[in-house]
């Protein structure tokens, strides 16, 4: 799409211009798009290094494709990064909104962007919150807004005469395919009024291949969150069931599998828990919303935390009864083949494993540079996959990469595993071990949550 492409014109006048603010996961993949369909972004973040390496042409996260596009925008002048936020004629919010110790909705960072960009809007301005919120957040940034700046008129306080449009569209993309599905998946975008609906609409259609389906903020927020709670629900079952057969001796994977057979029953695969920034975090918005109303939401967090500590606790029996014996981590990314470490039950576990045992304790992550202090610190040590098989006698496969799918059966013998995602699939493994002559493999599951919202 070149500048000239009339959808953007039908909006301004001039060259398009936005402010993306927060360039995370989400933003600085929806900066980097944009800029290469046409729009003049600038890109803010509170983290110099973040500013200084996009402003190089370089990114901060692992994502397909995405550092070319970054530094062929950047480049050409279309992206730029920096601190704070500038005069422009859209403002895109995609800054974190983390749980706070309660479960409660942190959204501290939103609230700190509103304020930022405050000051640099001007009439018929577009902002726009992506970042995942409470039911209700759109309209209270909209009065927030209004309170900063009483010379706009905001459309929470008066639609028809409004010169500020304000809307909420959450993002919905899978980490490793981020470009394609900010691209290719509908969107439900949701203004404060209908005019706000419609210009941000005529907006997303700039750059976003599927369907832009238009509804209310308040619509839209709980769309995000039921999404999620949705996944959530049915990765606990599928991790539940997981524990039942754990304590019955039955193979998790082969019910799973038969049961699939029947023509209206779909499970899901479980793991060592739900990770991500969103499955394991939007259905504590939603209980937030109605606590006396989702006790099945609540339940389901609780099921889907609750893994993280049976795998925990299976692996320090295993340690506690072969003493002499080391224990690889594999993988402590939230999900496969990227380096995302945000609400990772893997790295819980492992951090854990490594509080109490210290250098027994080896970290085997191919897409993680440097391990995080929490496991250094405590006296983890980083190790290759080859390495691990050698030295390890214990292997706690946490993440299903694509380097541990091609790990050969003989070089599991003689080892004691713990297989969370089911892909080290083979009869019970014999090896001799200190007292022990039967070692046994144990075929743990529960589900890792993709980041998609």
Known sequence: ??????????????????????????????????ASRGWRVFGVDTNPRIVEKVALGKVHIVEPNLDDLVQKVVSLG??????????????????PTPLAAS???????????????????????????????PVGTTAEMSELIASMRPDLCLPSRSAAAANIHVAYCPERVLPGRILIELQENDRSI???????????????ETFVKGECIGTTAAVAELVKLSE????DLNIAF?????????????????????????????????????GGHCIAVDPWFLVHSAPDLTPLIRTAREVNDGKADYIYQKAHHLLDENSNERVACLGITFKPNIDDLRESPSLEIAE?????????????EPNVAQLPSCLTDAGAQKATLEEALTSCGILLLLVDHDEF????????????????????????LSASMGRRSNVRHFRMASTVGSAAG
């Open 103 to 133: 479960k409660q909705p942190d959204c501290a960072f939103v609230v700190s962007a509103i304020r930022s960009i405050a000051p640099k809007l001007r009439a018929g301005n577009l902002v726009i919150l992506e970042s995942t919120c």
């Open 405 to 428: 799918r091609k790990v050969a059966r003989e070089e599991l013998v003689g080892k004691v595993t713990i297989d969370t995602r089911g892909i080290w699939k083979s009869p019970t």
């Open 238 to 274: 599928a991790n539940e069931l997981s524990l039942v057969c754990d304590r019955i001796g039955i193979d998790v994977w082969q019910v799973i599998e038969l049961a699939n057979h029947h023509p209206r029953v779909k499970i899901l695969q479980p793991g060592p828990g739900v």
């Open 228 to 231: 999620n709670s949705f996944r």
């Open 78 to 95: 279309r992206l730029r990064a920096t601190d704070e936020p500038v005069f422009a004629d859209v403002f895109v919010i995609t800054v």
């Open 352 to 364: 854990r494993l490594a509080s109490k045992f210290k250098s027994r304790v080896s970290i085997v």
């Open 190 to 204: 949701g203004g404060i009024s209908e005019r706000c609906t419609e210009r941000a609409v005529e907006f997303y």
């Open 1 to 34: 799409m070149s500048n000239n492409d009339p959808r953007v014109l039908s909006m301004f006048n001039d060259e398009p211009t936005a402010c993306v603010v927060g360039l995370g996961y989400i933003g600085l993949p929806t900066a980097a798009l944009m």
